[in-house]
């Protein structure tokens, strides 16, 4: 009885570290998505297409353009982290990190 539970005891911690090696880059997709849906889709809509209504009447860039594609990963960061234009700048609210999760973000939007 006793090699059972440690047997169990062991797959269970086996199973506890494998959880807690491996999600984050899961988390980080996950997160970089909410961070998306909570600051960027009421301009840029949910596709990075710039086509909802408060992105149609500020001209939102279309986010899967060859345009914005085209640019660094640093000049997205710094984008995103200074603003620009009608773009409020999320340098003071969103971590370095969390920017270059969004920008990868970003970039998987025209795979999607």
């Known amino acids: ?24 880059s899961v988390r980080a997709d996950g997160d970089a998505a909410k961070v998306y849906k909570t600051n960027c889709v009421l301009c840029h809509a949910a596709d990075g297409s710039g086509t909802s209504p408060s992105g149609k009447a500020m001209k939102a860039k279309d986010l899967r353009s060859a ?15 200074k603003g620009q234009g009608k773009m409020p700048a999320f340098g003071k609210k ?19």
């Open 94 to 112: 969103l971590s370095p990190e969390t920017i270059k999760s969004l920008v990868a973000y970003i970039r998987a939007l025209p795979k999607q």
């Open 67 to 81: 345009e914005v594609q085209g640019k660094t990963d640093a000049e997205l960061e710094d984008f995103i982290t």
């Open 1 to 24: 009885m006793r090699r059972f539970v440690f047997t169990i005891a062991t797959v269970e911690m086996a199973i506890c570290f494998a959880v807690l090696a491996m999600p984050t």
